[in-house]
């Protein structure tokens, strides 16, 4: 239908009187969403069920208290004290199943008294959601990949520590060593450490441990390993073929200057594609037992030209290299191992997104297992953002060499924008609980496609 132009402006431009009465309004109608995916997990017992060992004396119970966090996570707060923006909303209560939010001092006193054995027994439950998708899909070959990254504070909080921070030096930290799932793009697990110990402090343990409880659902299931060159170590390594797991991991050259030295003046590359080229060798350190593959690429990069540049003329170039180490004990092609390694970048986005979007960043309070406590909050707003879409959508990609998420996912802001936080009035008609939402086709089409899926 075509518009003329006096039908689509307004020649109306007075500013509205503001009226505030209690009326059973909500800013988050895409909760209605949530509620039955919350429903399908059986989220709300298996907290019951997790963290029934803490002594609570508030009629506000530990369970609900991390359930409220992770809709507070999801629903884009970041402040404890930013609950008082949304206390009184109706349907925010009902997902949770109140008649009245708690306030920050609540919240606050909460995550306070929560103890290290529940921050784990929680660990436990996220890492289980993880599992139960595992096991639904039934996976030939999963990739892990595991990094560190830095949570910094201002102020003081109980096992933070000063360490090496580029961007914020002399802030105190937490930085907690990560495992991620390539194929879902979910963190499975996490290591909760002090700011000032290096990346492979407690890795190997944590590595072994991931492993094992994958193989205990999914005892065929091919694992792979993916890491950087500050896990490097032979006692690492050496642990990764005891599991027998495939793995590649980036070598330092910073710590070996013979081996930098000899890639630098090897004279026969063989060539991989227009830009990279490598060559192939077993090498190890002189301290080391074994050696093992190694794959030494060197890519072609265009030099920066420094000086003063005629661009009316024309402009310069100079050829350069970026080289890099892999050691593996993969026996595919090295144009493989190359796209495989190089395909580990991709959970630098999952860190981008978990401190943009689930505040993954923001330390809360003063004990350290609160602070945990709320990391896992917002680990659990990022695995069940993802788990919704896996829920109602079929895998859109293929296994690929990079191991790039098998599913097209939308970032928790994207979705939060589009559904999560849209207006709605809840309202009984004949005794029934219906919420009411604008007639908006888009948003109709998507919420009533999720319920369809999840109901």
């Known amino acids: 239908m075509k518009f003329n132009k006096s039908f689509i402006h307004s020649k109306t431009h007075s500013v509205p009187e503001l009226r505030f009465e209690e009326q059973e309004l909500t800013s988050f109608s895409g909760l209605a969403i949530i509620q039955p995916l919350f429903q399908q997990l059986n989220l709300k017992s298996?907290?019951?069920?997790?963290?029934?060992?803490?002594?609570?004396?508030?009629?506000?119970?530990?369970?609900?208290?991390?359930?409220?966090?992770?809709?507070?996570i999801m629903m884009g707060y970041r402040k404890l004290s930013d609950i008082k923006f949304y206390q009184d909303d109706p349907f925010v209560a009902h997902t949770l199943g109140l008649r009245r939010l708690p306030d920050s001092s609540t919240l606050s006193r909460h995550l306070n008294l929560i103890d290290a054995g529940n921050a784990d027994r929680l660990?436990?439950?996220?890492?289980?959601?993880?599992?139960?998708?595992?096991?639904?899909?039934?996976?030939?070959?999963?990739?892990?990949?595991?990094?560190?990254?830095?949570?910094?504070?201002?102020?003081?909080?109980?096992?933070?520590?000063?360490?090496?921070?580029?961007?914020?030096?002399?802030?105190?930290?937490?930085?907690?060593?990560?495992?991620?799932?390539?194929?879902?793009s979910q963190v499975f697990d996490s290591l909760f450490r002090a700011g000032n110990v290096h990346d492979s402090n407690g890795a190997r343990q944590f590595i072994v441990n991931c492993i094992e409880k994958i193989r205990r659902f999914l005892p065929k299931i091919v694992i792979e390993v993916r890491m950087d060159s500050a896990f490097y170590s032979e006692e690492i390594i050496a642990e990764l073929e005891r599991v027998k797991v495939e793995f590649t991991l980036s070598v330092p050259f910073a710590r070996y200057p013979l081996l930098k030295e000899e890639i630098e003046t090897a004279a026969h590359w063989m060539p991989i594609d227009k830009t990279n080229s490598y060559i192939e060798h077993q090498w190890k350190p002189k301290k080391w037992k074994t050696s093992y593959r190694m794959l030494s690429?060197?890519?072609?990069?265009?030099?920066?030209?420094?000086?003063?540049?005629?661009?009316?003329?024309?402009?310069?170039?100079?050829?350069?290299?970026?080289?890099?180490?892999?050691?593996?004990?993969?026996?595919?092609?090295?144009?493989?191992?190359?796209?495989?390694?190089?395909?580990?970048?991709?959970?630098?986005?999952?860190?981008a997104e978990l401190k943009s979007y689930a505040q993954m960043d923001y330390i809360p309070v003063k004990y350290k297992a609160g602070n945990q406590v709320y990391f896992l909050c917002s680990v659990m707003a990022h695995n069940l953002n993802r788990e919704l879409q896996m829920k109602v959508r079929p895998q859109e990609r293929k296994r690929n060499d990079k191991r790039a998420p098998l599913w097209e996912f939308e970032s928790l802001s994207r979705f939060r924008n589009k559904l999560l936080r849209k207006a709605g009035r809840l309202i009984k008609p004949q005794g029934r609980l219906v919420l009411s939402m604008n007639a908006n086709a888009a948003i109709k089409e998507e919420m009533e496609f999720y319920q369809a899926s999840l109901l």
């Open 297 to 351: 690429i060197r890519k072609r990069v265009l030099l920066q030209q420094k000086g003063v540049v005629q661009l009316d003329l024309f402009t310069p170039y100079q050829d350069g290299y970026d080289f890099q180490a892999i050691v593996t004990n993969k026996k595919q092609s090295a144009e493989k191992v190359m796209n495989y390694h190089r395909g580990r970048g991709a959970q630098e986005g999952i860190f």
């Open 123 to 184: 660990r436990q439950l996220s890492q289980q959601l993880v599992l139960d998708r595992l096991v639904e899909e039934q996976f030939k070959t999963i990739t892990l990949d595991f990094d560190g990254s830095v949570i910094s504070t201002t102020r003081w909080a109980e096992g933070t520590a000063v360490g090496y921070n580029k961007k914020k030096k002399g802030q105190r930290s937490y930085y907690p060593l990560v495992c991620t799932v390539a194929q879902t």
């Open 46 to 72: 298996r907290l019951r069920h997790c963290l029934h060992h803490q002594v609570c004396s508030s009629i506000y119970g530990f369970p609900t208290i991390v359930l409220l966090l992770v809709l507070h």
